[in-house]
């Protein structure tokens, strides 16, 4: 395909379906980070209701912009989060700010203690946003499938005065089918219960046909599962790789990729292909850089990668590598001038295992301070295809005081992995697999199938904070506790 005609299908203002709606343009968001920022005063921020183009066919998705379409939040660091929220569509709903410590009661998580938003509500938020950092926002339902996500950005004066461009590349997978179907044919509800896995798999055919792999295991190990559901589409910013957005760079300048996946069930492997990349946040924490052009990012979790471009003028592709499949998605960075080809939604090999080798390597550049825990939970990850009855076992509530010192030990006893995410609280990952060590501060960390993970925090923002699997069907089935406290 020519380069114009590429282009020209990406700038076209309007879309019109094979269905014959309507849809929104895909609009840019990269653009839109630091256009925004700085503004003072209260942001208007609504849930829409919008269509866009999933490999060709229209389909219908939530939206969260501002009243000028900006995508989401760019906010300052130690500024007040001062937001009004607002539904335009209808359907009640709420949505949890991932990354942010909010006050318990502003939190996002339905009847936790807030109740859902009504269709003709407008909730004011209005709390510390805290230090810089790429966060989120999404509802903490099943809608989060239907693309109920967001960037939630938050600049540092340092971040706004670097001469370097953000790239904001928000990671989802989509189906068509409806999340409560999903949901049902993952329990078999729709086909009675008891049903062994092999049964249940042919059940699903459509849907999840294929997804689960085998033989990538260590040798002894029994089969890990790695993907519950075949998606129709892998997304960057809305898009497939069939329509990418491409980003106009500068020749020879320097990018902040702000990456955020926003998957429900999808872990990923980032590509940065020909130019080597330094990770300098995860979840919004600063990190002590980590170089490299594969980073594994799990639902929930969010990565910052930063890129010196060469002097030429050359189109650099981004890619997400699904896990164990070939499927992939992403963004294309270009220069004026630069030749875009097209890059097929599926490459010729699997994505990697997403597991903890980068974890391991990863220091705080801002730890928490050196002090012994004054309480220790330990917790066991249970379930399995079989039923789809996902558990935390021990944790139903981990009751601590204000001011203590919590450690987390979670151990997984399940063929799955579990990106478990505490709300409210940023921890420090202090141990895997037995090996103690001073890692990355942050709010979702990935436990693999058999391996165990150690986390501490200080309880320093009473509540009742969810404590659970950011894989939104083991959500939904069962795999969530609290850490509690007045
Ligand atoms: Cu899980």
Known sequence: MKRREFLGGLMSGVVVAASGAILQPNKSWADTSKATASSAGTRS??????????????????????????????????????????????????IHWHGLAPPWNMDGVPDNPAALLKATETRHYAFPVGPGG???????????????????IVQSADDRQRVEQEVVILLHDFSFTPAEELLAK????????????????????????????????????????????????YLANDRTLDDPEVVRVENGGRVRLRIINGATATAFTIDTGALTGQLIAVDGQPVQPVSGTRFPISMGQRLDIRLELPKSAEAYPILALREGAEHRTGIILAPAGAKISRIASRGKDRGPVVGLELEQQLVAAVPLAVRPADRRFELTLTGSMSGYDWRIEGGDSLNVREGERIEVVMRN?????????????????????GKAFAGAVRDT??????????????????GRWPLHCHHLYHMASGMMSFVAYA
Do not use: C
């Open 134 to 152: 790429t966060h989120w926002m999404h509802a903490h339902t099943l809608q989060e499938q239907n693309l109920l996500a967001a960037p939630l």
């Open 413 to 433: 006893m399940s063929m799955m992995s579990h990106p478990m995410h505490l709300h409210g609280h940023h921890f420090q990952v202090v141990d895997i697999g």
């Open 45 to 94: 921020l609504a849930i829409t209701k919008r269509v866009i183009e999933v490999n060709g066919k229209a389909a219908d998705v939530f939206g969260l912009v501002q009243p000028d379409g900006a995508v989401g939040l760019t906010l300052d660091a130690d500024a007040t989060f001062d937001v009004t929220l607002s539904i335009q569509g209808g359907e009640a709903t709420l």
């Open 186 to 233: 993952l329990k078999g509800s729709s086909r009675g219960h008891g049903m062994d896995h092999g049964a249940m798999m042919q059940g699903m055919a459509s849907n999840m046909h294929g997804g689960h792999m085998s033989g990538m295991a260590m040798p002894g190990m029994a089969a890990m599962d790695l993907n519950d559901i075949e998606y129709d589409a």
């Open 445 to 462: 960390v990935l436990v693999p199938p058999m391996g165990s993970v150690s986390v501490v925090f200080d309880a320093n923002n009473p």
